[in-house]
């Protein structure tokens, strides 16, 4: 079972999901079979931020000095599960969620599902810095995230 911590620091979030905690929960528990961890217990830190603050992370950690959609911090770089695991922390961007501006909140809500699996995938040690990593991610991805959109109907 996946437990997400949910922190916020820019109050925009709110606007687009009330219940955020509730909100990432469910889209945990609409994972594949794979990737709920039924008989573990796993937990890890999400924290929603803003262009400004992420930017500072990006600058801080990975020496880029810009804003960035989704930065991801793994505990471990092989993470070997067990019962009590600390997978690690996931921030993202609302300004890069909300863009455009005048989107339907339903689409705002699966980009941010679509970039929360791409940041839990790093958690779990896949990346895309080389082409056949890449699709690997990709593909697991995309299959998580239609499970998600296929068993969660709160999106509307």
């Not at 950690?61 to 996931?90: A, H």
Request: charged share 30%.
């Amino acid at each position: 079972m996946i437990n997400v911590d949910v922190l916020s620091e820019d109050n925009n979030w709110s606007k687009k999901i009330r219940k955020k905690k509730d909100f990432f929960c469910k889209v945990c528990k609409a994972f594949p079979k794979k990737y709920q961890f039924i008989n573990k217990k796993i937990f890890l830190t999400l924290l929603l931020s803003n262009n400004n603050n992420i930017k500072k992370l990006n600058k801080q950690f990975r020496n880029k000095n810009k804003p960035t959609d989704i930065l991801s911090f793994p505990i471990n770089k092989k993470n070997k599960l067990k019962n009590n695991s600390y997978l690690g922390d996931i921030i993202i961007s609302f300004n890069y969620m909300d863009k455009p501006k005048k989107q339907k909140v339903k689409i705002f809500k699966h980009k941010v599902i679509k970039t929360f699996i791409h940041g839990f995938l790093h958690l779990l040690g896949f990346d895309h810095l080389a082409f056949k990593d890449y699709k690997k991610m990709l593909k697991e991805e995309e299959k998580i995230y239609q499970s998600v959109i296929k068993k969660v109907n709160y999106l509307e």
